[in-house]
């Protein structure tokens, strides 16, 4: 079996696929870098091949692995973050003026929407420190920690779900309205500073 990692040969010792992925996995480590693509005899596995027990016992022709810069995995993850934020903010918007326009079926599922992004976006942030080692305890933004910023965006959604379970439209379209914006823009902040501290 020939075990290829970013084009070059490398002595892995393996005999099945998974042996193979877990030899690279190894040597990525050592290198510093983070495994993006495994392709076996040209087929690209796919997560759930990765996560099969069944193909790790399989043997293989070629194993390719390709490997890239976990800083810039990281960076590349925080800058698409950030372009997230301004999707969930134009989408809270458009679901207090749904609000407002009694259009609140529409208006629940756009909302939705933006709380999907501001999950994604909260564990983009934690897995991303995590692979590059960076200790978001001491980062600030703004003189507000990262903790306090995790603690005022839980309270605006605490806010948002009073909203919808009160059926108070009107405070939840002025929570989506007048609080989420600044909130947005210093969870940008925050993205932008991350990305400027590992460049």
């Known amino acids: 079996m020939q075990i290829l990692f970013d084009e070059v040969p490398c002595n892995v010792d393996a005999g099945t696929i998974g042996e193979a ?9 050592e290198r510093g870098r983070l495994i993006v693509d495994v392709t076996v005899d040209g087929s690209r596995l796919t997560e759930a091949d990765l996560a099969s027990c069944r193909r790790h016992d399989e043997a293989a022709g070629i194993i390719r692995f390709t490997s890239a810069d976990p ?8 800058e698409d973050a950030e372009d997230a934020l301004a999707e ?15 259009e609140h079926t529409v208006a629940m599922d756009t909302l939705g929407e933006a709380v999907s992004i ?13 692979a590059i080692g960076l ?9 507000e920690s990262f903790q306090d910023m995790i603690r005022r965006l839980n309270e605006c959604l605490k806010a948002v779900r009073r909203g919808l379970q009160d059926r108070d439209e009107v405070t939840l379209a002025d929570t989506l309205l007048y ?15 991350l990305r400027a501290r590992i460049a």
Not at 21 to 29: F, V, Y
Not at 93 to 99: D, G, I, N, S, V
């Open 135 to 143: 200790d978001l305890d001491t980062v600030h933004v703004g003189g």
């Open 21 to 29: 992925i877990a030899g690279a996995r190894d040597l990525a480590r």
């Open 71 to 78: 800083v810039e995995i990281v960076a590349h993850t925080f």
């Open 88 to 102: 969930a903010d134009e989408l809270q918007q458009k679901a207090a003026e749904l609000l407002h326009s009694d």
């Open 179 to 193: 609080e989420f914006p600044q909130i947005v823009e210093q969870w940008r902040g925050l993205l932008r500073d």
């Open 118 to 130: 501001w999950l994604s976006v909260q564990e983009a942030i934690v897995k991303g420190a995590q």
